[in-house]
């Protein structure tokens, strides 16, 4: 099991390297290649979701289901990363609360399905905003 503080120093880490991502653009505008800044970002993007998966399902699964989880949600997260910019990842936070909710009423296994169809669907739904957004400008 991963100690609490363990568990906060790696989503401090992922947010971190999200953070790089995102604002060393403009703070080192003309130091680092866009390209660095870009895989900065989605390796940051991608880890939030990974570390969280891995910390919500490592009680209630065995190493297989936890890799399992972790490894969909991290494809997920990197998928919506590139797609989405941030949507992805609000996306997933309110589907981490919903499965915690759901998780005090139904056993382990029918929770994460759940979550994982309205996962579906709210990256479904935050591609399609992010495609309305770069559609106006």
Not at 45 to 64: K, S
Not at 65 to 92: D, H, K, R, Y
Request: hydrophobic share 65%; with cysteine.
């Amino acid at each position: 099991m991963v100690g609490w503080k363990k568990a906060l120093a790696l989503l401090v880490a992922a947010f971190g390297i999200a953070a790089v991502g995102v604002y060393a653009q403009e703070i080192l505008p003309d130091v680092v290649p866009d390209a660095v800044l870009f895989w900065t970002y989605v390796v940051g993007m991608t880890a939030i979701p990974g570390v969280v998966t891995y910390l919500r399902t490592r009680p209630d699964f065995g190493d297989r289901g936890v890799a399992l989880a972790t490894a969909v949600s991290v494809v997920a997260g990197g998928a919506a990363a590139v797609c989405t910019f941030v949507f992805g990842l609000f996306a997933f936070l309110v589907v981490a609360a919903l499965h915690l909710v759901l998780r005090r009423f139904l056993r382990a296994v029918p929770a994460l399905a759940v979550s994982a169809v309205v996962l579906a669907a709210g990256l479904g739904y935050a591609t399609l905003v992010t495609t309305e957004f770069l559609n106006r400008m």
